[in-house]
């Protein structure tokens, strides 16, 4: 079975949860039998691993024709992709596309983050999908996320072929509730135009089926899992005298971080012998440095700005509890993570991880004093976190992509009538 | 002759409140006072009023010839007292027919006989006092919480003053033997050990409104055929549940009270007749020994006792709370020595398992362990607060003691005074 799939980061550079998610999800369904999947990013760095899947750049990808020598083009793009491509894929080009600024190559040169323009940019790729959906052949397409869902849609008007989109998170979860109209426009279009959804959580379908609606049969939940961490040995809680608790994540209205700070500051009122960490970026980042602030408690609480790599997961092996207060979460791998480096995570029941987890507190977002009494057990009841501990790793290593990737299969299966 | 015997087990323990962290040191009342009356009121009203109503109307239809036990734990009876005394007034009722007995248990349907055999002991006298003052019967035959039984455990228990001991059906303790004869300890030749009828009890608590059920509908007739079928010399039939069985896991419109009202009819039609656990005792000779090193209980499917014991929030529990067993009954606190009882149920610990945590309202069972162990923490300290833990026990003990001696002692000397006194007087 062939499939085309249109996403929007790949390993090593991502930006999200989006580009690991969908990479783990492809590389497990790589491995299936009789899988061939070609993967289409908009910036293709060269450093990728190709070694299971192609990996089409839509910036190497001509939407305007021009007239080029083999030669030059050799010169120009010959280090990432073989001219013979290009002039095939040039074949593909059947609209006029002249109104888009594109290069020398007849390519359109995209950012593959998340710029000002990015409307621009999403139907820009969208004028790449044409090309690739007259040239290549394909059983289904595979759309992840809504910045992919016009291309996916207009790939499907060309070849005729079903439309699967992926739905990682909604407008819903982004804005807790200021929906962007343009946005909700976009996956509303995707998920009318899709033959299948499939959503990374029960919430997220609930949220597809009502704000979207769209027929319940349709939608599909397939939970994300985590890529096992080959040198989790490696990662060694450093011995301290006080207790670490830990926020990591964009500290953004989406993620609640005002509540971390609230529970922190409970959890301080009756034991100093904790410190709490938040860790990462975000725009309210300066709002929680105040509310600290005001809150006299900066002594014990943190900021540690963006971390990556190796970093992150030393964070969490540091930490005595890793704490998820998100407002809205579709799926949510941190937790995830945490637990793999063996730290107690207390997550919001509004995230669509706590549906597949039993060794991780759960707690509402807003719940505050829940939080915070879910902090003191950790820390003072030893047999709590030996429990969250070891229970808590075993859980997520049987949290396997291969699975997901099965049930993804299987969809296309259904839709092709086989 | 072959006979059935049927005993009902009525326990509930007190719901915890949700206590936080902040709570500890500032509010020492711990229970959940809406949610046990609801809870009470609604079983009063769903089994155990009409199931009291169906007993005795099945005693007197047969002449008394129909009889059974009941067990209680203290804490239910409290319960039952405070929130629906009518269901008291109804079981002195049962009561008086004479065709009801009442078994001896620990009074928090606790885990003291596998933790604290002290505690045991006072919890198994407090609880036959209680009985004894609700329904004047002193209980003879006993049944431990849970059914928890071990060799040692039986050895305590004969040691009380019990000669009969129910147990369950555990296949590694009984092997090939069939659990309708009445055995012994392997020590104590004097013990007698009924052990109930797993499969058949089963049918009844569970399976009796459960359509896919291969034996259903499962008819007194049907049911009775299948004691009578059993070969001759099997004596005696354990049929034992929780009560609550009667009406709410069987409601009353699955025919489940019809049911029972027509066993009697059926099982004296084919000479089957009713004893109760004190009488299978008294008749019945003791065939075999049976012998179980660890402990056992009527519950999942190990039948051992991990599904209260067995992760580590449940160790941390009961370790930190028996940790402080002898300092309490040092104590003279009443309110204190309340809590103690109610804090020790083996329902707070089962709610803390992982594997299966029956009957519980915790959202899961890490909630569950920080419910409670917040609440104990308040209790420690109010334990702390009477006798600091900066003194060990026997040190405690001996000043204790010798305050309790001190005190005789002034009063030895206050009434020789006294005398002095009224003798210096009447020299006068």
């Known amino acids: ?418 | 002759m072959k006979n059935l015997c049927f005993y009902f087990e009525i326990h509930q323990p007190m719901r915890l409140k949700r206590y936080r962290f902040f709570d500890i040191e500032q509010d020492h009342y711990y229970y959940d006072d809406f949610q046990n009356e609801e809870r009470i009121r609604m079983l009063a009203e769903q089994s155990f009023l009409p199931a009291n109503r169906t007993l005795l109307e099945i005693i007197q239809n047969s002449n008394g010839k129909f009889r059974c036990a009941f067990s209680f734990s203290g804490i239910v009876l409290e319960q039952l007292e405070q929130y629906a005394p009518e269901v008291i007034d109804s079981f002195e009722e049962l009561s008086k027919t004479g065709c009801v007995e009442f078994m001896a248990e620990t009074y928090a349907h606790s885990l003291s006989s596998v933790y604290d055999i002290h505690e045991f002991e006072q919890q198994v006298a407090l609880q036959t006092e209680k009985i004894e003052s609700l329904f004047g019967k002193k209980p003879t035959v006993f049944r431990n919480s849970e059914l928890i039984y071990s060799d040692e455990i039986g050895e305590k228990i004969y040691n009380m003053g019990y000669r009969t001991i129910l147990i369950d059906e555990v296949s590694h303790v009984l092997g090939w033997k069939s659990p309708n004869f009445v055995y012994r300890h392997p020590t104590l030749p004097k013990l007698k050990l009924l052990v109930r009828n797993f499969k058949l009890s089963d049918d009844i608590a569970f399976h009796f409104s459960d359509r896919s059920w291969s034996d259903y509908p499962l008819t007194a007739d049907k049911f009775i055929s299948w004691i009578k079928n059993m070969p001759d010399d099997q004596p005696v039939v354990n049929i034992w549940l929780g009560y609550e069985a009667l009406g709410l896991f069987q409601r009353p419109e699955s025919g489940i009270f019809e049911f029972l009202k027509a066993i009697p009819f059926f099982a004296l039609q084919n000479n089957i007749g009713f004893l109760m656990p004190s009488e299978v005792a008294k008749k019945i000779e003791a065939v075999d020994i049976l012998s179980s090193p660890e402990p056992i209980s009527w519950s999942g499917i190990e039948k051992d006792i991990s599904l209260w014991n067995g992760n580590d929030l449940q160790q941390e529990a009961l370790e930190k709370l028996y940790a402080v067993g002898e300092r309490v009954r040092l104590c003279t606190d009443r309110p204190l020595r309340h809590d103690w009882l109610m804090l020790q149920s083996s329902d707070h610990f089962r709610y803390m398992s992982h594997k299966d945590a029956f009957g519980t309202y915790y959202e899961s069972p890490y909630d569950a362990f920080m419910n409670y162990m917040n609440i104990l923490a308040d209790f420690l300290l109010r334990v702390d607060e009477q006798y600091p833990t900066t003194i060990d026990n026997e040190e405690l003990n001996a000043l204790l003691n010798t305050i309790y001696e001190l005190e005789k002692e002034v009063e030895r000397l206050e009434n020789e005074l006294k005398k002095l006194r009224s003798r210096k007087k009447t020299e006068n």
Request: with cysteine; aromatic share 10%; glycine share 6%.
């Open chain 1, 1 to 418: 079975m062939k499939v085309l799939m249109f996403g929007w980061e790949f390993p090593p550079h991502i930006l999200g949860g989006l580009g690991t998610a969908s990479y783990g999800l492809v590389k497990a369904m790589a491995h299936q039998p009789d899988m061939e999947i070609t993967f289409v990013i908009p910036k293709l760095y060269g450093d990728e691993d190709q070694s299971f899947l192609k990996i089409i750049g839509a910036c190497y990808v001509p939407v305007v024709w021009k007239e080029n020598d083999w030669n030059y083009v050799n010169e120009r793009i010959g280090w990432i992709m073989n001219p013979d491509e290009y002039f095939w894929l040039r074949n593909g080009i059947k609209y006029d596309f002249r109104r888009i600024y594109t290069n020398d190559l007849g390519c359109i040169e995209f950012s593959g983050r998340y710029p000002d323009n990015l409307l621009e940019e999403i139907s820009n790729y969208e004028a790449v999908a044409s090309v690739l959906a007259h040239q290549l052949s394909f059983d289904v397409i595979h759309s992840h996320d809504w910045l992919t869902y016009p291309a996916g849609i207009f790939a499907k008007q060309i070849s005729g072929k079903p439309l699967v989109v992926h739905v990682h998170a909604t407008e819903f979860d982004r804005s807790r509730g200021n929906v962007n109209p343009i946005v909700y426009d976009i996956e509303k279009r995707g998920m009318d135009a899709a033959n299948h959804i499939i959503t990374v959580s029960n919430l997220t379908r609930n949220i597809v089926i009502e704000k979207y609606f769209q027929d319940p049969k349709k939608v599909t939940t397939v939970h994300n899992a985590v890529e096992p961490l080959p040198d989790v040995d490696s990662y060694v809680k450093t011995p301290r005298s006080d207790k670490i608790v830990t926020f990591l994540g964009r500290i953004t209205m989406q993620k609640g971080p005002e509540y971390f700070v609230e529970a922190a500051n409970r959890v301080l009122k009756k034991n100093k012998k904790v410190r709490f960490v938040m860790a990462g970026n975000g725009d309210m980042m300066q709002d929680m440095i105040n509310l600290a602030a005001k809150r006299g408690i900066t002594d014990r609480f943190h900021f540690t700005g963006f971390l990556k790599g190796r970093q992150v997961y030393q964070m969490l092996a540091d930490s005595d509890v890793y704490i998820m207060p998100s407002v809205s979460e579709p799926f949510g791998i941190s937790p995830l993570e945490a637990m793999q480096v063996g730290t107690p995570t207390i997550i919001s029941k509004q995230s669509g991880c706590s549906e597949i987890l039993t060794h991780s507190i759960k707690i509402d977002y807003w719940d505050i004093d829940g939080m915070a009494d879910a902090v003191n057990a950790i820390i003072r009841n030893p047999a709590m976190y030996k429990s969250l501990h070891e229970l808590g790793r075993e859980e997520v290593n049987n949290i396997r992509w291969e699975d997901a990737g099965k049930k993804v299969i299987k969809i296309y299966n259904s839709l092709l009538g086989k």
